[in-house]
């Protein structure tokens, strides 16, 4: 019962401070960490696990550059204890489900400076995006730059940086392709190198 009452949806208040609360969508309880929500956007009938946080900025209140921050397709499902850390662009596409612990972020520390604490140095940001009809295994990592095509797999425990094709299997660390859906020709594997 206090899963039921304690889900956001639409028609709450808490809904009404998103820059978008899609229809049939639902924030189950407990939820996660929460904040800057105008400048987050979830699509129509997207579920989001109990303990996912997703955030714009680094602190509520701060004004951020862009918006929408985070944008959550429609029709999506978001494992719980995933974590959506925005602070330039992250979008993910319809029709995405994510397993458990997913780590999804824009920003990243710099090492610029060996001699200065890395806490202390100024992060770089890099737009995300994340395909349409993609799936997300169990703790993987999604890093600052990503682009991942329509019907990507990210394999559980994976780390991924950089830019890949729709009709992907992702893996490893760092994820590299491991099956490729080619029209015409079928799944392949890339050639070892």
């Known amino acids: 019962m206090a899963q039921e009452l304690g889900a956001i949806g639409p028609d709450d208040d808490p809904a009404r401070r998103f820059l978008h609360f899609g229809r049939g969508t639902a924030l189950l309880w407990p939820q996660g960490v929460i904040y800057n929500e105008r400048y987050l956007s979830i699509g ?44 330039w662009s992250i979008e993910i596409g319809d029709d995405i489900q994510t397993g458990p612990y997913v780590y999804i972020t824009d920003q990243n520390h710099t090492y610029d400076d060996p001699d200065a604490p890395i806490g202390r140095q100024w992060p770089a940001e890099a737009a995300v995006k994340i395909g349409a009809g993609s799936w997300l295994g169990a703790n993987c990592v999604i890093l600052p730059g990503t682009v991942l095509g329509a019907n990507t797999v990210v394999a559980a425990g994976a780390v991924v940086s950089g830019e890949f094709p729709d009709h992907c299997v992702l893996g490893g660390v760092p994820a590299r392709i491991l099956r490729r859906y080619v029209e015409g020709e079928g799944w ?6």
């Open 44 to 87: 129509e009938g997207t579920l989001v696990g109990p303990n996912t946080a997703i955030t714009a900025g680094m602190a509520p209140g701060q004004e951020m550059p862009t918006s929408p921050v985070v944008s959550i397709g429609s029709r999506c499902i978001i494992g719980r204890g995933s974590h959506i850390i925005g602070h």
């Open 188 to 193: 392949a594997r890339p050639s070892a190198r």
